[in-house]
């Protein structure tokens, strides 16, 4: 009888115990921007400029940069909070590196979880806005 409740036992214990796994991430789904010079690159009114008037995130193997500025994964979700959390369409555009997808996934996994509807833009990694002459 014991051998018995010893097995039993065993055999529960076995059964339940797992390994803890990583939690499960998403694979992210970006929109693929078709006139980056337009949709990026211009102010208020319309006009052109030579830098970008989006929110935009750049993530290459070991490092995040947002708005143009060095970043982290942590700062990135906190500025997202504080941006997000007001704007009724909420965008990011994102410029990745061929290196840099694991980054991009690790950074952005958190955002878009807190933000569901979140739009991720991306954009070519070499994609800057494009000098504006001046005619006249």
């Known amino acids: 009888m014991t051998r018995i409740a ?6 529960v214990a076995v059964g339940c115990y797992s390994k ?3 939690p499960q991430v998403e694979p992210l789904t970006f929109r693929q921007v078709q006139n980056p010079a337009h949709e990026m690159c211009r102010d208020d009114t319309e006009s052109p400029t030579e830098w ?4 935009i995130a750049v993530f290459t193997a070991a490092t995040v940069q947002l708005n ?8 990135l979700n906190r500025w ?4 997000y959390r007001t704007k009724f369409e909420k965008a990011l555009w994102v410029k990745i590196s061929a290196d ?10 958190p955002l878009i979880r807190t933000y569901p509807d979140l739009q991720l833009r991306r954009v070519d990694f070499e994609f800057q806005c494009p000098k504006i002459s001046n005619r006249r």
Request: glycine content about 8%.
């Open 100 to 109: 840099g997808n694991k980054t991009a996934e690790r950074a952005l996994a």
């Open 80 to 83: 997202g909070d504080d941006y």
């Open 68 to 75: 143009g500025r060095p970043s982290s994964a942590e700062a």
């Open 6 to 11: 010893v097995a039993v036992a065993l055999a």
């Open 52 to 55: 970008f008037n989006v929110p």
């Open 20 to 22: 803890p796994q990583k």
